[in-house]
């Protein structure tokens, strides 16, 4: 008998716990009898998923849809929106695989996903970051995004009327991706949430950093007890994605935005997301600092955007 042999099963479990990773688990699930026994214990896990394809956008194309139909002020803009969305990534995962691969697991608690590359691809050289906490639907969602980052300082002024006017379709397209990319990855995963009731936290990110999901506690409570709407569940099952409820966007917005760090972000932009139902913006601040703590350039854009004056604008569900 191996020193290893002599340990108690708890010790073996929290050190499982530590190696995290679904797909090393499994395998040392074959090692032994033991660790085939102890391997389904663990309750802090890491599941890495891979599958990502490419579809090119109908002529009606979502985003344009969405900025025609949606978006209640600027209906006299619709023209703007009238040139084909560009091809989008997706991922293309039913929400039937990360539950077999979590089938051998009984006490899952606290689950990390880590997702290919983002969808909300802006054009070259921009960047873009959202972070969205779920329940049964969306609670809340923040995107960072700007068109392009440099060290020389824009020598523009401002913005003249028409560059306002283009800038804001641009914006409401960063964030109308982010939100679905988001309402994707929460339907991803909704089996394994169902299935898993002693869940206490699921975290989803991409592998770019692009976009990360969070259900804490309260909402993975609320998403099992949710009583579902058969029309919404076909809707679901029609678009692979959840639902995404009427929503309120608190936008700001900088034509140039020089950080402390000596950066320059052409066209920055903070946008926070909240269900239009109950709608109120208190905390605010915090949660958009929250969102990006530890990210230093998107952490400092949102700080200095805060102050920025802020514009309101309304989207239907979708």
Known sequence: MDVFDGLPDPIVVEILDKVGDVKTLLRCSSLSKRFNSLVPHSDSLLLRLDHVVTTESRPDSPVNNFLKSLCKPFHGLFSLFSKPAKP?????????????????????????????????????????????EFGKTLKTCVVVAFRSASTVPSSSDGESDAEFVTGLKTRVEWTINALMAASSRHHLMSKVVKEHKEMESLVMRERD??????????????????????????????????????????????????????????????VIVRPSEEYSDVGDDELATEAFVGSCMYGEAVVALLKRNKNTLDMNSF
């Open 209 to 270: 950093g692009e976009g990360t999901v969070v259900m804490k506690s309260e909402g993975l409570r609320e998403f099992r007890e949710a009583a579902r709407d058969q029309e919404v569940e076909k809707r679901v099952e029609k678009k692979q994605r959840s639902v995404v409820p009427s929503v309120r966007m608190s936008m700001r917005h900088a034509p140039s935005l020089k950080l402390k760090s000596g950066i320059c972000l052409e066209s920055a932009t903070l």
């Open 88 to 132: 989008t990534p997706i991922t293309n995962i039913s929400p039937v695989i990360p539950s077999k691969i979590l089938s051998r697991f009984d006490r899952i608690k606290n689950l990390d996903v880590e997702l290919p590359s983002g969808d909300a691809k802006p054009e070259k050289g921009a960047g873009i970051k959202w972070k969205a």
